[in-house]
């Protein structure tokens, strides 16, 4: 008998202790990337948002791939068919497949989305299209940032930074640094 509730409170432990596991940050996602099937939508969707530039961009530094093991762990509250309903919302507004669009139509339809995605106004005539791209756009910047070429080469590492400076003369080259995660909220 006590064996028995003894097994019982640990098979409630454990399944607390895997629910407590399932909140997952982005250094676990990309130590758990395995190889993964290529992704054209995706590899699109990088390159708008994050081109190469002087610094290479979300595509290089391998983000489809950060994307997709993020999805599979539920990362952002990202649903397990977000690349495949996005995919299905992006075909049914251009009415074709999004990649085999132009790259000028790729970039208009994809601007119509964000401003929707990233407005307080409701846009109804694009279904679920922003709300999937809000998810997704995170997944896609969380993953550059938090990469080695983003951490290390987009933005600038400080350990432990020096004196405070109030006014700091900024220009275009002037970087961020990597070691601020001070605003950010994962999950």
Same mark, same amino acid.
């Given at each position: 008998?006590? $064996? ?5 409170? %640990?098979?409630?432990? /454990? ?5 407590? /596991? ?21 590899? %699109? ?6 081109? $190469?530039? $002087? =610094? ?17 762990? #539920? ?44 407005? %307080? ?16 756009? =995170?997944?896609?910047?969380? /993953?550059?940032? =938090?990469?080695?070429?983003? #951490? ?10 020096? %004196? ?6 900024? $220009?275009?080259? =002037?970087r961020a640094?990597?070691?601020d995660?001070? /605003?950010?909220?994962? #999950?």
């Amino acid at each position: 008998m006590a $064996d028995s509730i003894n097994n019982q409170r %640990r098979a409630v432990l /454990g399944t607390m202790l895997a629910a407590a /596991g399932m909140s997952v940050v982005p250094q676990q996602v990309w130590a758990a990337i395995k190889a993964v099937p290529e992704s054209p939508l995706l590899n %699109r969707l990088c390159d708008i948002t994050l081109p $190469d530039t $002087d =610094t290479p961009g979300a595509r290089k530094a391998g983000v489809p791939a950060f994307v997709i093991t993020a999805i599979e762990h #539920g990362l952002a509250n990202c649903p397990a068919t977000a690349l495949v309903d996005f995919n299905k919302a992006l075909a049914l507004l251009a009415g074709k497949d999004f990649v085999a669009l132009n790259p000028q139509q790729q970039l208009s339809l994809l601007t119509t989305i964000d401003d929707a995605a990233f407005s %307080r106004a409701p846009v109804n005539h694009l279904g679920d299209a922003p709300t999937l791209w809000k998810a997704i756009k =995170t997944l896609i910047v969380t /993953g550059y940032y =938090t990469s080695e070429v983003g #951490g290390s080469q987009e933005l600038r590492y400080v350990l432990v930074p020096g %004196r405070f400076d109030a006014d700091v003369p900024c $220009d275009n080259t =002037t970087r961020a640094f990597s070691s601020d995660w001070t /605003g950010v909220k994962f #999950g």
